[in-house]
Nanobody
Framework: QVLLVESGGGLVQPGGSLRLSCAASGSIFSILRMGWSRQAPGKQRELVAGITSGGRTNYADSVKGRFTISRDNAKNRVYLQMNSLKPEDTAVYYC?????????????WGQGTQVTVSS
């Protein structure tokens, strides 16, 4: 199994920035694609960003130009740099991991970290 633990969430003002971090442990040798998802109360879960083992990235239209996903394989970590945050970015953010480099589904989820954008 794979354990994913997110950190870095919190309360920020509109226009501010946060950097989320995800630490992976366990049987991680077969993990290829990693990403971030989010869900706000009463709203559908949204795939925010993904990154393949080769470094190819994809972003939801709602965050393009503002968020950047990256990974450090030596440290078994994936990051989400979030800039120019908006109130509509408020959600629980989840770290995800998959055994493949394609598709929008994931095999593992973290426990989530709350991001709140408010004045």
């Amino acid at each position: 199994q794979v354990l994913l633990v997110e950190s870095g969430g919190g309360l920020v003002q509109p226009g501010g920035s946060l950097r989320l971090s995800c630490a992976a442990s366990g049987s991680i040798f077969s993990i290829l694609r990693m990403g971030w998802s989010r869900q706000a109360p009463g709203k559908q879960r949204e795939l925010v960003a993904g990154i393949t083992s080769g470094g190819r990235t994809n972003y939801a239209d709602s965050v393009k130009g503002r968020f950047t996903i990256s990974r450090d394989n030596a440290k078994n970590r994936v990051y989400l740099q979030m800039n120019s945050l908006k109130p509509e970015d408020t959600a629980v953010y989840y770290c995800n991991a998959a055994y493949n480099n394609y598709g929008d589904s994931y095999d593992y989820w973290g426990q989530g970290t709350q991001v709140t954008v408010s004045s």
